[in-house]
């Protein structure tokens, strides 16, 4: 099966600066990789994802790069606010017989501080 | 559109009772995947249905089983409760079923084991 690795576990930025969160996958079968933020007491959203035959993707503030061969991506938030503070997951999609599953990284931790 | 909504968002039960938990998912969904999440072992896939079949389950024991009904609608049951089964117990829908699908989650069931 799939597994999952994130790093930090946390981290403290300052108002306005650049967060960089990095996951690897185990599994080069997997082709999705949705990133999640969860706020305290509420479930997972979705922030942004990619797919195995993209390289790249932005929205606005939000930017997911993958490295197919090197079985890795990576989550960038630029400017951040304090409303980025959460708890932020990573996750691979893993395709069965006929089936899938998403396998999560640990999480995340985001300190932004005003 | 209404997002993933399920109940009871909180319960309390003590060891050796079973409990139920309800998902109701976006309108049109039709794949419905259940997750545990505990600070420890962070988001664990518990199973998934699709059209009323449980396409693949995760690793837990017998004592969690599941349904689907016509409707999309899914239920989760967990016999003989232990202490160890505190968590937040997620559902997430998406549209076809696919692995690159996006999947939506819902705010969780907290449930306590006393």
Redesign the interface.
């Given at each position: 099966g799939e597994n999952v690795e994130q790093h930090p576990s946390t981290l403290s930025v300052q108002e306005g600066d650049s967060a960089v969160i990095k996951c690897t996958y185990s599994d080069s079968a997997s082709n999705y990789f949705p990133w999640y933020k969860q706020e305290l007491g509420k479930g997972p959203q979705l922030i942004i994802d990619i797919r195995s035959n993209v390289g790249e993707k932005k929205d606005q503030r939000i930017a997911v790069t993958l490295n197919k061969t090197a079985k890795h991506f990576s989550l960038h938030i630029t400017e951040t606010q304090p409303e980025d503070s959460a708890v932020y997951f990573c996750a691979a999609s893993y395709s069965g017989a006929g089936s899938y599953q998403l396998t999560f990284g640990k999480g995340t931790k985001l300190s932004v501080i005003p | 559109k209404a997002g993933?909504t399920q109940t009871p968002r909180y319960l309390i039960k003590t060891r050796g009772q079973q409990v139920t938990l309800s998902c109701s998912p976006i309108s049109g969904h039709r794949s419905v995947?259940w997750?545990q999440q505990t600070p420890g072992q962070?988001?664990?896939?518990l199973f998934?249905y699709?059209s009323e079949t449980q396409?693949?389950k995760?690793n837990f024991p017998g004592r969690f089983s599941g349904r689907q009904f016509s409707n999309s609608r899914s239920e989760m049951n967990v016999s003989t409760l232990e202490l160890g089964d505190s968590a937040l117990y997620?559902c997430?829908s998406s549209l076809g079923?696919?692995?690159?699908?996006?999947?939506?989650?819902?705010?969780?069931t907290r449930l306590t084991v006393l």
């Open positions: - | 993933v995947s997750y962070g988001l664990q896939f998934e699709f396409r693949n995760g997620l997430a079923g696919r692995a690159t699908d996006t999947q939506y989650f819902g705010p969780g």
